[in-house]
């Protein structure tokens, strides 16, 4: 009976039934064991992304040894010392040698016309050859020019001077501060150590002027005048013997850097991208108020030396050390606001736009030349000098700062290049335009410039914004 058809039907339909509404044992355990991986992948995504943050906040923040960055630094100021020593003699050698104010003007500019020549020659030095070996040549052929600029007086002959002074330019390597900076301080400090850079070098053309007074009245005590030292050539022997001691001192303190690392992508890669993004409108206003600052600091230099030695009948040593005391005003101003002025303003376009209209501002006590008591002429006249010069080192800061976060970090090291050489050449320039510059029309002329800056900066703003992947 148990063997019967329908006993056999009616235990594979219960079998049947019982396979159908068992449960698939394999269905739920991938379900069970991916839980735990997809927990595991989101705390491991969550920890690469903090362990990417804390890096990022890292290299934004990261400064170099002490001793390099000073020495960079110092190197910045002897760079200043040296282009504006001999303005205070620069008439009385030219004159000497027969040459008139335009020439000595000449003489003055061609140290920066000559170091845009400079700039390129020492941005492929430091594309092949290292750092400290680049800074060693060029205080090598510092001390070459300064030497033959002294020994122009033998030789009597002013295309001396010329030859010295172009020979200086090629080797100034004012390249080299904001290149070291670039490469080594994060982009989260690098505006603050740019306001310094601009600070050290503005207080180079304080201690230019003084170190030239203090050499005058020496030499006058000494009584000391003949071919080969007197007070026009004792500059050039004074700055070749402060290049030699800082061969020794690059020597000691100066860490080498790591070579510049050429990027992972293909150049036609980087190259593309660079183009794409390329803002060209912003760049040019970049450039043009990095250029305007130095035209601005060099002609008001030369201005004040030539208006206080022609027209107030100043003394070489007085007109030095007034040159002196109002540069070094200046550069303790940008060294003391330096680190507020980055804390307080995080954008540098911003800062460019704020520096021109403050500098049009400036310019209003310049028009107290025409006062007629020579007390408050020097005073307003003084005090717009002091405030021009003070905004023309922010302008300079904000700028060389900007130019580094236009591009990408693998395609920068041409828009440093171009930033230095845009504010050698404004420094050039501004050594022409002082000497032939009159009472009547400096003022104007300082207000056109920062007028025009802020009118160029105001439209293209847009265009100044840094690059998202620079650093």
């Not at 060029?138 to 295309?159: C, E």
């Not at 007074?213 to 013997?241: C, H, Q, Y």
């Not at 265009?463 to 998202?468: A, S, V």
Request: glycine letters at 10%; hydrophobic letters at 50%.
């Amino acid at each position: 009976a148990t063997d019967s058809p329908a006993s056999a039907t009616g235990a594979r339909g219960a079998m049947a039934t019982l396979t159908m509404t068992a449960p698939p044992t394999t269905i739920g355990l991938p379900r069970v064991v991916a839980e735990p991986v997809e927990v595991e992948l989101a705390e491991s995504a969550a920890s690469n992304r903090e362990s990417t943050a804390a890096l990022a906040t890292l290299s934004s923040s990261k400064m170099p040894p002490l001793s390099s960055l000073g020495i960079t630094l110092y190197m910045a100021m002897l760079i200043g010392v040296n282009l504006v020593i001999v303005i205070p003699t620069a008439d009385d050698y030219a004159a000497r040698l027969g040459g008139g104010q335009v020439f000595s003007g000449l003489m003055i500019g061609l140290v920066p016309f000559a170091g845009t020549l400079g700039v390129i020659l020492t941005h492929h030095l430091l594309k092949s050859w290292p750092m400290k070996l680049v800074i060693l040549l060029l205080a090598v052929g510092m001390i070459v020019g300064n030497v033959l600029y002294a020994l122009a007086g033998l030789t009597r002959a002013p295309m001396t001077l010329l030859c010295a002074r172009s020979l200086m330019g090629l080797c100034m390597g004012i390249m080299v501060p904001p290149t070291y900076i670039r490469h080594n301080v994060g982009i989260g400090r690098r505006s603050e150590i740019m306001f310094y850079f601009s600070a050290v070098n503005t207080l180079g053309y304080a201690v230019g002027p003084a170190l030239a007074a203090l050499i005058e009245l020496f030499v006058k005590n000494l009584r000391v005048e003949n071919l080969v030292l007197d007070s026009d050539t004792a500059p050039g022997w004074f700055m070749a013997s402060l290049y030699l001691l800082f061969i020794v001192q690059v020597i000691v303190f100066f860490e080498d850097p790591p070579m510049e690392r050429q990027p992972s992508t293909p150049p036609t890669e980087v190259h593309k991208e660079s183009l794409e993004r390329f803002p060209v409108c912003g760049a040019m206003a970049c450039f043009w108020a990095i250029g305007v600052a130095g035209i601005v600091m060099t002609s008001a230099e030369v201005y004040v030396v030539n208006v206080g030695q022609h027209v107030l009948g100043w003394s070489i040593e007085g007109s030095a050390l007034r040159l002196a005391c109002l540069m070094f005003v200046v550069g303790l101003l940008n060294t003391l606001t330096g680190r507020l002025t980055t804390g307080v303003l995080q954008s540098d376009r911003a800062g460019v736009v704020g520096v021109s209209v403050l500098g049009v501002v400036s310019c209003m006590p310049l028009f107290g030349i025409a006062a007629e008591d020579v007390g408050t002429r020097v005073c307003l006249v003084g005090l717009g000098l002091m405030l021009i010069l003070f905004m023309a080192g922010n302008s300079r800061a904000f700028g060389l700062a900007l130019a580094t976060k236009l591009q990408p970090a693998g395609s920068n090291s041409l828009m440093n290049m171009l930033s230095t050489m845009s504010l050698t050449m404004g420094r050039g320039f501004g050594a022409i335009l002082g000497s032939v510059l009159s009472t009547d029309s400096f003022a104007w002329c300082m207000m056109g410039l920062y007028g025009f800056t802020l009118a160029f900066a105001a439209v293209c703003y847009n265009g100044m914004k840094p690059h998202e992947k620079a650093c």
